[in-house]
Structures are given as C-alpha cells and as structure tokens.
C-alpha cells in the first residue's frame, strides 16, 4: 500500500513535534512544508517520519524529527538571517533553515555527502543555500559573521572558533558532552560581546568528525 506522505508528515509534527513543546508556527509549518521523504536515503524513505535518527554514511544520522524541531526553534531564525550549518548530512536541515532565514552556508566533511546534499536542495529548488566539502574542526574559516551558527554533530567540547562565527546577537545551537547523556545548548553574543549560554534539553548523538572525546586508559 502506498504510504501517504502528507498525512505521515501531518502525524509528525502533531503527534511527536508539537508534544514536545515545540510552538512556534514558522517552524511548524517549515517542517509541514519542506518534504523530508526526499531527503533521506532511498532505503530508508518509509521511515522518514518515524520517531528515531536514521543512519546516513559514515555514522552520520538524520536527528529525530523533535531534536530538528527543538533545534530550529531554540535559533529562532528569521527571515533576514544568515546562517552558517556545521555538518550537511542530508540536507533537510539545510533546506528548513533556508526556508526559515535569508541564506545558508553548510560544511560537510565528507564531499560525496556534500555532492548528494546539494543535489537534493537544487531538486527541491533552495536557491539561497550553499554547501561546501570543508571540515568545520579544521582548516575551515568562513572569513564573516552569521546570525545563526547551527552544528548537527555532537562535540565532546565545544570548539572556541564556533563562538568566532556569530555577529553580535547571534545564535549558537550544538550539543556537547559525553554519550549517552548530551546537553543541547543555546549561546547568544550580547550587546555587551558577553556570551549567554542556555541549556536546553538532554539528548545524544554522533560525534562530529575530530570531535569525539580522547579514549580514556585505565590501568
């Protein structure tokens, strides 16, 4: 039987997003609007709307549809923001944060990911996002500002350069620590160049590249 996509991606938002405290009516309606079916790999499409990650390459994953919801509106992203992603993976991200703000540059490690990625947003016609085979740890600088910096991996310690990247009133989304127990956090660059952090919600997930915690010896 064919699946119903409107109605599985209805079910999404009012049976797990919106439960989960998540209100704001743009975000609401970006994840209504914006076809995740067409972003996760083929094998997997029947389950884009499940309630659980699904494994992209290189241990990458899709974020469960209330972590993505939760993400988008803790950056409260509006429509004259640019935004910096860290880490593409499939690029359904990328395409709610370019429906949601003015323009998005996203980085992904892994330049096949980063082909496939942007393939997918020409197909669903995102014009105002841009991704590049970069690694965000090292050797990346973006050489600007952004309003929202958005990083999909885990990091065992925040990178100080991350911070760099935000314009005065900036957000910063990520989640850091140690699995299985990972904060979400949200930091804002103050009119006073003070940074605020907030902790959001408790979560886990797959490290960024380089950003795993040092194995631990014990004698």
């Not at 549809?65 to 004259?80: I, N, S």
């Not at 003015?102 to 096949?112: D, M």
Request: charged share 25%.
């Amino acid at each position: 039987m064919p699946i119903d996509f409107q109605q599985a991606r209805f079910a999404m938002v009012e049976q797990q997003v919106r439960p989960w405290d998540v209100l704001d009516p743009r975000v609401l309606e970006v994840l209504m609007s914006v076809h995740r079916e067409d972003f996760v790999p083929p094998r997997h499409r029947k389950l884009a709307f499940a309630d659980l990650p699904l494994p992209l390459e290189h241990g990458e994953v899709m974020m469960k549809p209330v972590v993505e919801g939760r993400m988008l509106q803790a950056l409260a992203v509006k429509p004259e923001d640019a935004i910096l992603e860290v880490g593409t993976g499939s690029g359904f991200i990328t395409a709610c944060l370019a429906r949601l703000g003015r323009e998005v540059h996203s980085v992904e490690i892994h330049a096949a990911m980063a082909e496939r990625a942007r393939a997918r947003l020409a197909s669903a016609g995102f014009s105002n996002a841009s991704v590049d085979a970069a690694d965000a740890l090292a050797g990346f600088e973006p050489g600007r500002t952004y309003d929202c910096v958005c990083v999909t991996g885990a990091v065992a310690v925040e990178p100080e350069r991350f911070r760099r990247w935000l314009a005065p009133g900036g957000r910063l989304f990520l989640i850091r620590g140690l699995s299985p127990a990972m904060e979400a956090t949200l930091t804002t660059l103050g009119p006073d160049s003070q940074y605020v952090t907030d902790s959001l919600f408790e979560t886990d997930m797959p490290y960024l590249v380089g950003a795993a915690p040092l194995p631990r010896f014990v004698l």
